[in-house]
């Protein structure tokens, strides 16, 4: 992306808090660096077996908390009464126990393959993305999901190694939205569309079911459209670097990032993608990059909207969304970023207040034909003369009489 772009992206919508730093990327290799890489799949999981659990946090904010401000938002909404479905490799059931990041908001849904249930995450990522948008804040400080009082629904579509199908995720839709999920963050991409996808996606609105969907794979290039998100009605959402850039551009930030987008994809939104940090198995911190990790946190934004205005449609939190994003200083939808990168404040607290109605349709304005002059015109002239005649008659009148009393007072 030009350079303009970049800085437009990094350009808030509106003022930042007195009490929250500006954003900066200065930090954030170093951070990440001392955190343990999260992935969305493990290739060796038969010989090596499910991920390990670790200890290690960090008590520092990462890049993209800086850059979105949540806290900012948080006075008018934290996701509360919201239910954002989780649809990857489950979510880690310590997660939503004691002092878990989800401690009191995971409801495990159906695990859609395999044997078991959704609250067993082998991967870790599917944990990674509920903690990144619903984690509450640690204690002693450090990451902080976007909706830390949202519950998250854990819906697992892929194996143990993380992979899944079209078909995996038509089910975890389906049964995101029949759980009662106002949003759904979908954590995997299939390469090919599927009619059973295609349907459940239909469902999905039926059910006032906003799907978020990463506008490309993780981790590598492809080459097309990428599912769910290439269907009308799903949230595309691409991913940018700590310098405004997307990911996989010169100057993205992070070497060896996600790619933002599958190349010829359509795009809706851009997020903070590269250096994530959040909450994995066991409670320990790990660092991630990929557009599924920008697509959680535009999750987490729609149920703040949500949490504020329970009365929204899907179309209304998208439109606001969009309205409201940092611009890229380029021609709407930009092919990288779409209408720009998510601003979550500027969303939430945008004025007039929004309102549970939709917008009203404005009726198209009818411009009456001309009048015709002309007999306007002819009516005009003949009034005139009509005036100017009984004018005429009255002084004439007038004469008459004045004459006739001089002839009678004659000597």
Known sequence: ?????????????????????????????????????MSQTLSDVRESGCRKPVTRTTDRAPWAQTYLRPEAAWPRGRGTGVTVAVLGSGVDASTGTGSGALAGRLRLGPRVQGQGDSGQDCVGHGTFLATLLAGRRPPAGGPAGIAPEATVLAVRVTDDAGTTTADLLAQGIRAAADAGARVA??????????????????????????????????????????????????????????????????????????????AGGRVDLAAPGEGLQAAGPGGGHYTFSGPSGAAALVAGAAALLLSREPGWTPAQVVERLKSTAYRPGSALPDPAVGWGAVDVVAAVTAQPPVTGAPRAAVDPVTVPPRPDRTAATRASALAGATAALVVVVALAAAALRAGRRRSRTAP
């Open 1 to 37: 992306m030009a350079a303009l772009g970049a800085v437009a992206l990094l350009t808030p919508a509106v003022p930042a808090a007195a009490d929250t730093p500006a954003p900066s990327s200065s930090a954030t290799p170093s951070a990440s660096a001392e955190l343990p890489p």
């Open 185 to 262: 963050v979908v954590g995997s991409v299939a390469p090919a569309p599927s009619q059973a996808l295609a349907e459940a996606v239909e469902y999905a609105g039926t059910k006032g079911l906003l799907l978020v969907a990463p506008a490309g794979p993780d981790g590598q290039t492809a080459k097309g459209t990428v599912y769910p998100a290439g269907y009308p009605g799903v949230l595309a959402v691409a991913s940018i670097g700590p310098g405004g850039a997307p990911s996989g551009d010169a100057g993205s930030g992070i070497s060896g990032a996600g790619v933002t987008a599958a």
